[in-house]
């Protein structure tokens, strides 16, 4: 694993379209976290399941918002 990361070309245009995706995913994944998706109160498959859907309902709602918000103004 060491070797291949000091392989990397860190400048390349790849490299740098992969980046700021993962970026985008960890900041994604850290609002989930901040809702709890990392330890459910719930005890059946399909309670979680519902919960984590609802958790990522509310986050594209909230990005939505952001992103017309940004448009009005």
Request: positive net charge; proline residues 2%; hydrophobic residues 40%.
């Given at each position: 694993g060491?070797?291949?990361?000091?392989?990397?070309?860190?400048?390349?245009?790849r490299f740098q379209q992969l980046y700021a995706q993962r970026t985008a995913?960890?900041?994604i994944f850290?609002?989930?976290?901040?809702?709890?998706?990392?330890?459910?109160?719930?005890?059946?498959q399909?309670?979680?399941a519902n919960?984590?859907?609802?958790?990522?309902?509310?986050i594209n709602l909230r990005t939505m918002?952001?992103?017309?918000s940004y448009i009005t103004q």
């Open positions: 060491a070797r291949i990361r000091h392989q990397l070309d860190r400048n390349s245009d995913v960890e900041r850290s609002q989930a976290v901040n809702l709890g998706i990392e330890r459910p109160k719930l005890r059946t399909a309670a979680i919960q984590n859907t609802l958790i990522y309902i509310l918002q952001r992103i017309e």
